[in-house]
């Protein structure tokens, strides 16, 4: 396992393309997989946790390759999954495992779901609960990982009050819902990503959504849509964009550009937060691809305040709490983030890992079940640095400590870099090309 330090740097400039939106890669092979015919798959991202969505879906039988710079996914139409005895290693990944888990329960299909060693600690009856109430037989253990499930050919449309908005769970039981005869209802407290409905939406099917009275969200699918072969492009992940956006903000003397950004609303709630925040950042050039918005996004150094970031922006930002936090260590005053119970339940605890790392390096912050309070010391403070953070095997828990080393006195050494390939392979090459000072080290 790699170590990566990350030492003080000045002036990052330039443009970078970060790789593919990990999300949309996923259903891209998934949801490809039941097209009626060929499509070709542009700017997928090759990460270990969609190379293992990919391997699984070949040992489940879909003719999957790779030519060139492209993929191609050979689909066979809805319902035409067979066989049982299939081992399904997810590897690093929830997304893989939790929406394979919703193919395979609404096929013919028997397979055994299994992962590393933080897979297989993280919460699985939110999928298998609802999929339970298709028809699927979950055999033995419901909650961890190694998981059975008994898929069943003409799953039963449900109505699905999911307590947790997830676009996991969303997208599991709708992958089920696809080949059940009938309408699949899901509602779901504050609305999650939604690159399932509009994927499925741009492929031809019939899916809507609704806000309720109650201000939750009603989303609908009818079964058996028929999915045409259509190519798809997929943006950059703006997961991954913000960990050169906020090095910029926090670097001194910076300003970078982040290349076809994906800008879908229900994923941007960093960037919203750090513009109240007082960051400079600027979209241009919008528009859309494959029916999701795409933007430019130019980001420079800014004096940030803190602020309360609330419970309703969590679904759109789930991902992005650890590097908001390193922004706001150098912010004036306290960031609250108010709601975050989800946290914990990723692929660390990352309230405990973010909150400890930061103690490590002199920050004050404090936490309870769902709230996270990081003490801003200001931008001129000097932050020490000159501890080891391990990533407990947590991509973005490894990614946010390196972009605050660059701003820490002496070096920050991150412990196991190499998970940060489950979503941004060659992080540190393009982190470095715009200036920043990471370096393997031993
Ligand atoms: C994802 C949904 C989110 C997110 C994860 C990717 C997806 O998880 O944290 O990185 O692709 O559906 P939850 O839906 O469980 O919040």
């Not at 090759?46 to 060139?68: F, R, Y």
């Not at 108010?338 to 339940?345: F, T």
Request: a neutral charge; glycine letters at 8%.
């Amino acid at each position: 396992m790699n170590s990566i330090s990350s030492n003080k740097s000045l002036n990052l400039s330039g443009n970078l393309i970060v790789p593919g939106d990990k999300s949309i890669s996923h259903r891209s092979l998934i949801i490809g997989s039941l097209v009626n015919g060929r499509i070709e798959v542009n700017n997928l991202l090759e990460s270990e946790d969609v190379i293992a969505t990919s391997n699984a879906l070949k040992i489940l039988g879909v003719k999957i390759n790779k030519l060139n710079e492209k993929w191609e996914v050979f689909g066979s139409g809805i319902g035409n999954f067979f066989g049982s005895d299939y081992t399904l290693n997810m590897g690093n990944s929830g997304t893989g495992a939790r929406l394979l888990m919703g193919l395979v329960a609404g096929s013919d299909v028997e397979a055994t779901f299994i992962g590393d060693e933080s897979l297989s600690k993280r919460p699985m009856k939110r999928v298998t609960a609802p999929l339970e109430k298709t028809g699927a037989i979950i055999k033995g253990e419901t909650n961890n990982l190694p998981i059975k499930i008994q898929g069943s050919k003409i799953p039963l449309p449900i109505k699905y009050h999911s307590p947790v908005s997830s676009a996991q769970v969303k997208s599991s039981i709708l992958l089920a819902g696809l080949s059940s005869l009938g309408k699949t209802t899901i509602i779901e407290p504050s609305l999650s990503r939604d690159h399932t409905e509009r994927m499925l939406k741009f492929f031809g099917a019939n899916i809507s959504t609704h806000q309720l009275d109650d201000m939750s969200w009603k989303i609908t699918l009818d079964g058996i849509p028929e999915l045409m072969p259509l190519d798809l492009n997929i943006p950059a992940d703006p997961s991954s964009a913000s960990f050169p956006i906020v090095s910029a903000i926090i670097t001194p003397n910076s300003k970078i550009k982040v290349l076809n950004v994906c800008i879908n609303e229900l994923r941007t709630g960093l960037y919203k937060t750090l513009i109240e925040m007082g960051a400079n950042i600027q979209f241009s050039n919008d528009r859309e691809i494959c029916g999701e918005l795409v933007a430019d996004i130019t980001a420079s150094s800014s004096f940030l305040k803190g602020i309360t970031v609330p419970k309703s922006r969590v679904a759109s930002m789930i991902d992005e709490y650890p590097i908001l936090s390193m922004a706001a260590t150098r912010a004036t005053g306290n960031t609250i983030m108010e709601g975050v119970e989800e946290l914990r339940y990723k692929e660390t605890d990352r309230i405990k890992t973010i909150c400890e790392g930061l103690q490590k390096i002199g920050i004050v912050t404090h936490d309870t079940k769902d709230r996270m309070v990081v003490e801003g010391i200001g931008p001129n403070a000097k932050i020490i640095g000159n501890v080891e953070i391990d990533s407990n095997l947590d991509h973005r828990i490894a990614m946010s400590f390196l972009c605050l080393g660059l701003v820490t006195e002496k070096a920050i050494i991150v412990r196991n870099t190499d998970t940060i390939n489950s979503s941004f392979p060659f992080f540190m090459h393009k982190m470095n090309k715009i200036g920043a000072n990471l370096k393997f080290f031993n």
